[in-house]
């Protein structure tokens, strides 16, 4: 038995419009306070006010948000009693106001509990809108929430297929405000997400046309909104393609690319996008010695290759690389900064937290422990993989 799960989902030109359809007394909106200053929620709110339905703010979520700052949000929440979650922001926000709502409909929940076997029975007090500002994270189509640990300084994957939400608004113009460097980043994970979930052993009939959709919009477009963020055009295209990305990967899986990625993230703090898209291209190249016509398919409808077998998806990791350097992505760790000494002083937490991770269950080649010292090692230094 398998499962595909997806919200309502309104998108493109005015698909904010949908708020005033709402009905409903109270809107607790969970953002930060950067959609704040940006004049993004006051949009939002707009909307709500015209159907009338009171609008109460949390706007305390940080990046990477933590176990206390969804506790905080969920006492917010039973004061407020509100009968919509409404999020407004990146994945950060977004994965907040899901285990917020969680929380505030199971009270004597622990965030960290919060797994796809227990019993939620969500929805008796309130439904979840998600309204995404960037295009990357698919969070407004999965049921992942990824919360920080602070005392452990680690990162948790919760959720449940309940807390997906009820409905993504998927507005472009919303995202329209990203900076250059956020819109390649946020874009990068989106691919990653795309090509992972179309690779990954869990992937199904359902969701291989959204990921392959997913890639070919983001060759197409994250180059253009990146060089110009009012093209409209690749905004709303890049929006639709980040939502497509994670109904893809979400119904089925990521793999080793997320988990090299968030090792390397949790240790050295780069932003998630840039850090899973960084170690894509070594990942397919050394999965695609055990699977190579899957890549090559995925090279053949992108158009950058031909050729079948282990040539076209290396052909495919290079076009890759060369996307990421298109938009100023570094395509090595060396290239990130971090000094060689310090990363090989780190070597064998990275290991383990990659091991540790439930995205390396997902690799439809496993690497040894040596085999992924050295895909460590090769993508610090940019060479490609051949083993
Ligand atoms: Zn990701």
Redesign the pocket.
Known sequence: MWNFDSPRIVFGESALDVLEELQGERALIVTDPTMVELGLVDRVKAYLDNADIEVHIFADVEPDPAVPTVLRGAEVAQEVEPDWIIAVGGGSPIDAAKAIWVLYENPDIEPAAISPVMDLELRKKARMIAIPTTSG?GSEATFGIVLTDPEEQRKMGLGHRENLVDIAIVDPEMAAGMPPRLTADTGL?AL??AVEGYTCTWRNDLTDGLCLSAVRLIFRYLPRAVADGSDMEARERMHNAATCAGLGFGNAM?AMA?AMGHALGGVFHLP??RA?ALFLPYTIEFVASEEPERFAELAAFIGCSSEGGKEAARELANSIRDLMREVGSPVSVAETGIERGAYEAQLDKLMDDAFNDTQMLTTVRAPSDEELRQLFLYAYEGRPVDF
């Open positions: 994270t994970d990653t997400h990521a997320h998630h996008g899973v």
